[in-house]
């Protein structure tokens, strides 16, 4: 392989995993946008997402489609469930009791896929093939493809649901100002309740079509909303289509760091990258100086 | 410090001193509340970062880690070239405090960027770094023998050097026998000395800044305290904590590995603060030595030790959002209402 191609395998496998990490960081936002929590129960959606599709699929010979289907209404129930059970009684909650709480949310979800599952890491089959397509001397899965669509089709799809529908408008309300938006008839709590689905089954998405690359299990979390939350910082918080990009930015430096520096600090380079934007500019690359004024760093 | 304060330090005093007398000879009970001690230690130095400057960390664990993983390397190694030929190994003592001084040194590094951020964006750089910690102890495989850790770390000097009348086997001291009653009453002085010194510092001008800035930090920089300083010092001794109680623990179990260090492990420090009751250096104590001995009565548990600690968590946070300490203490005000209580 010619050093050129060499990097062009690198980028492309960077832009499997940056995919991921833009939909976790997708998931981020969708909350914080109507709550300002940010969930840090984020990663465990997805790896719920990869196992429970692993035992519809794989288990219960359900067909993939339906698979697919059932996977992310199962976990936006999980989301719900949480907001309902953790997040709706809290009375006042500071900012230290919402991120202890969503923390002990996350390991109670991974102690229970512990004790489902068990320590065991999981296949999937890939959704098309797994005869690797020549791209310009590197191979290119025709599971990055699904990837890549899917990713696409998600941002599209939510950014017609923010626009056009009514309950897309009234959670960007919420968004906007929670008091203006109780004033006008807006049902916030229910509102909350909605992002807190919609966001659990954008990061079921991600863990069902990462599963036939990266495999999954229970422990993956963790490491996936901290990369996912490294992008939604890089794209500026809040911002979706800054997410996506600064998701496949982090994949991408990665994966060239894995391969021409060590793969053993391939995750400290994204952590390195999430920790250098905090410090330097922590309204992100593509959030303006004025909005980040207003928000509490 | 206050009388309450006082008294219950004799109380704890007493009840450690006596434990290893009312155990006897079971040596596995003592092994458990010397982690216990360690583990409050740690505990106490959080509960000043969360409870009283109001600041979150996620990455307590990999400070412990430093710790641990230094005094481990400074008493084991013996390099044959090189300038440290002469100086390695060093004695555990030294260790130790060289130990503190190099993760003061990161924790103060980290922490002057860190604590610039608040909420969530400071609870994700904290884990951020805990992580990267984590990552650099699996991956210098040769240095610390990577994800299976190393051992072959010596005891410290202090163990087996009681006078000869305390450990004679035909008196009535033979207890004093068993290595880990000598670590165990080293570890629990240990946790006085660090709680008499949180508790004077909590009572003092540094103490009040604190706590103003943790009921507003605007406030409180408005009234001339400077936020940022406080808080990095709290944070830097916090890890001082934190990196005592590493060494201790590597010297104890004469063996570490990334498992004493990771997410995991932060996380459940955060969890006996918060059970404990965060914004008091007691309820950090009372937190650790719960969390420590619960799970020997969970045995049946196992791996699923991470599920009984989330569900106490959220427990704990729903129901009795100050902790257990504050919440008993409030719970018997509501059966016997002597006077009014608020909240």
């Given at each position: 392989m010619t050093l050129a191609s060499q990097i062009l395998q690198y980028i492309l496998s960077g832009i499997n995993i940056g995919s991921i990490y833009g939909l976790v960081a997708i998931g981020f936002n969708i909350i914080y946008n109507t709550t300002?929590?940010?969930?840090?129960?984020?990663g465990e959606f997805v790896m719920l997402g990869g196992m429970i599709m692993v035992s519809l699929?794989?288990?219960?010979?359900?067909?993939m489609l339906p698979a697919f289907f059932l996977t992310v209404i199962l976990v936006a129930a999980v989301g719900g469930l949480f907001e309902r059970l953790?997040?709706?009684?809290?009375?006042?909650?500071?900012v230290l009791i919402l991120i202890i709480i969503t923390v002990a949310g996350s390991i109670l979800m991974k102690g229970i896929a512990m004790f489902i599952w068990g320590k065991e890491t999981f296949q999937l089959p890939h959704f098309s093939g797994e005869e690797p397509i020549l791209f310009f001397g590197a191979s290119l899965l025709p599971q990055t493809l699904w990837i890549l669509g899917i990713t696409a089709g998600i941002v599209l799809l939510l950014g017609l649901f923010f626009r056009y529908t009514l309950t897309g408008k009234a959670m960007r309300a919420c968004a906007a100002n929670r008091t203006a938006a109780q004033l006008v008839g807006i049902d916030v709590r229910k509102m909350v309740f909605l992002s807190f689905a919609l966001s659990a089954a954008i990061g079921a998405a991600a863990g069902i079509v990462i599963t036939p690359i990266a495999l999954m299990d229970y422990d993956r979390g963790a490491m996936l909303a901290l990369k996912g939350f490294g992008a939604a910082v890089l794209g500026g918080l809040g911002n979706s289509g800054g997410a996506v990009v600064a998701g496949f930015m982090i994949g991408i430096l990665e994966c060239l760091g894995a391969g021409f520096i060590s793969s053993g600090y391939k995750d400290a380079i994204a952590l390195f990258v999430l920790l250098i934007v905090l410090f330097?500019?922590?309204?992100?690359?593509?959030?303006?100086a004025e909005t980040a004024r207003l928000k509490d760093f | 410090m206050g009388r309450w304060n006082r008294v219950s330090l004799v109380v704890l005093a007493g009840v450690a001193g006596a434990m290893p007398f009312l155990l006897g000879t079971d040596s596995y009970y003592i092994s458990v509340l010397v982690m216990a001690g360690i583990r409050s230690i740690v505990a106490i130095g959080l509960s000043l970062l969360m409870?009283?400057?109001g600041q979150i960390s996620l990455g307590h664990g990999a400070l412990f880690g430093l710790g641990a993983y230094s005094s481990g390397l400074l008493t084991t190694l013996h390099p044959q070239?090189?300038?440290?030929a002469g100086i390695l190994p060093l004695s555990p003592w030294t260790a130790l405090v060289v130990a503190a001084v190099m993760t003061a040194a990161i924790a103060y590094a980290i922490g002057t960027p860190c604590l610039r951020l608040r909420g969530h964006y400071l609870a994700m750089a904290t884990l951020a770094f805990g992580e990267i910690v984590v990552i650099f102890f699996v991956a210098m495989v040769d240095l610390t023998?990577?994800?299976s850790g190393f051992g072959g770390i010596p005891d410290l000097?202090?163990?087996?050097?009681?006078?000869a009348w305390l450990i004679?086997?035909?008196?009535?001291?033979?207890?004093?026998?068993?290595r880990d009653t000598h670590y165990y009453f080293l570890v629990w002085i240990v946790v006085i000395l660090t709680l008499i010194f949180s508790l004077n510092l909590i009572h003092s001008r540094v103490g009040r800044a604190l706590r103003s800035i943790h009921g507003s930090e605007l406030a409180a920089s408005t009234m001339g305290v400077n936020t940022a300083k406080y808080k990095v010092q709290v944070f830097v001794l916090s890890a001082i904590f934190a990196s005592v109680a590493g060494s201790l623990y590597a010297h104890f179990v004469t063996f570490v590995s990334p498992t004493a260090c990771e997410l995991k492990y932060s996380i459940l420090l955060l969890t006996m603060v918060a059970v404990g009751g965060m914004a008091n250096v007691w309820g950090a104590v009372l937190g650790a030595v719960l969390l420590t001995l619960l799970p020997e009565y969970l045995r049946a548990f196992e791996d699923y030790d991470v599920l009984v600690y989330g569900g106490i968590l959220i427990g704990i946070l729903m129901f009795m959002p100050q902790g257990l300490l504050v919440g008993c203490i409030q719970l018997i005000g509501k059966i016997k209402p002597v006077r009014k209580t608020t909240g």
């Amino acid at each position: 392989m010619t050093l050129a191609s060499q990097i062009l395998q690198y980028i492309l496998s960077g832009i499997n995993i940056g995919s991921i990490y833009g939909l976790v960081a997708i998931g981020f936002n969708i909350i914080y946008n109507t709550t300002g929590i940010i969930n840090l129960a984020q990663g465990e959606f997805v790896m719920l997402g990869g196992m429970i599709m692993v035992s519809l699929h794989v288990g219960a010979h359900i067909p993939m489609l339906p698979a697919f289907f059932l996977t992310v209404i199962l976990v936006a129930a999980v989301g719900g469930l949480f907001e309902r059970l953790a997040i709706h009684p809290l009375k006042n909650p500071t900012v230290l009791i919402l991120i202890i709480i969503t923390v002990a949310g996350s390991i109670l979800m991974k102690g229970i896929a512990m004790f489902i599952w068990g320590k065991e890491t999981f296949q999937l089959p890939h959704f098309s093939g797994e005869e690797p397509i020549l791209f310009f001397g590197a191979s290119l899965l025709p599971q990055t493809l699904w990837i890549l669509g899917i990713t696409a089709g998600i941002v599209l799809l939510l950014g017609l649901f923010f626009r056009y529908t009514l309950t897309g408008k009234a959670m960007r309300a919420c968004a906007a100002n929670r008091t203006a938006a109780q004033l006008v008839g807006i049902d916030v709590r229910k509102m909350v309740f909605l992002s807190f689905a919609l966001s659990a089954a954008i990061g079921a998405a991600a863990g069902i079509v990462i599963t036939p690359i990266a495999l999954m299990d229970y422990d993956r979390g963790a490491m996936l909303a901290l990369k996912g939350f490294g992008a939604a910082v890089l794209g500026g918080l809040g911002n979706s289509g800054g997410a996506v990009v600064a998701g496949f930015m982090i994949g991408i430096l990665e994966c060239l760091g894995a391969g021409f520096i060590s793969s053993g600090y391939k995750d400290a380079i994204a952590l390195f990258v999430l920790l250098i934007v905090l410090f330097v500019r922590p309204s992100g690359i593509f959030g303006s100086a004025e909005t980040a004024r207003l928000k509490d760093f | 410090m206050g009388r309450w304060n006082r008294v219950s330090l004799v109380v704890l005093a007493g009840v450690a001193g006596a434990m290893p007398f009312l155990l006897g000879t079971d040596s596995y009970y003592i092994s458990v509340l010397v982690m216990a001690g360690i583990r409050s230690i740690v505990a106490i130095g959080l509960s000043l970062l969360m409870g009283y400057a109001g600041q979150i960390s996620l990455g307590h664990g990999a400070l412990f880690g430093l710790g641990a993983y230094s005094s481990g390397l400074l008493t084991t190694l013996h390099p044959q070239s090189g300038w440290l030929a002469g100086i390695l190994p060093l004695s555990p003592w030294t260790a130790l405090v060289v130990a503190a001084v190099m993760t003061a040194a990161i924790a103060y590094a980290i922490g002057t960027p860190c604590l610039r951020l608040r909420g969530h964006y400071l609870a994700m750089a904290t884990l951020a770094f805990g992580e990267i910690v984590v990552i650099f102890f699996v991956a210098m495989v040769d240095l610390t023998g990577g994800p299976s850790g190393f051992g072959g770390i010596p005891d410290l000097p202090y163990v087996g050097s009681f006078p000869a009348w305390l450990i004679d086997p035909e008196g009535g001291y033979n207890l004093f026998v068993y290595r880990d009653t000598h670590y165990y009453f080293l570890v629990w002085i240990v946790v006085i000395l660090t709680l008499i010194f949180s508790l004077n510092l909590i009572h003092s001008r540094v103490g009040r800044a604190l706590r103003s800035i943790h009921g507003s930090e605007l406030a409180a920089s408005t009234m001339g305290v400077n936020t940022a300083k406080y808080k990095v010092q709290v944070f830097v001794l916090s890890a001082i904590f934190a990196s005592v109680a590493g060494s201790l623990y590597a010297h104890f179990v004469t063996f570490v590995s990334p498992t004493a260090c990771e997410l995991k492990y932060s996380i459940l420090l955060l969890t006996m603060v918060a059970v404990g009751g965060m914004a008091n250096v007691w309820g950090a104590v009372l937190g650790a030595v719960l969390l420590t001995l619960l799970p020997e009565y969970l045995r049946a548990f196992e791996d699923y030790d991470v599920l009984v600690y989330g569900g106490i968590l959220i427990g704990i946070l729903m129901f009795m959002p100050q902790g257990l300490l504050v919440g008993c203490i409030q719970l018997i005000g509501k059966i016997k209402p002597v006077r009014k209580t608020t909240g």
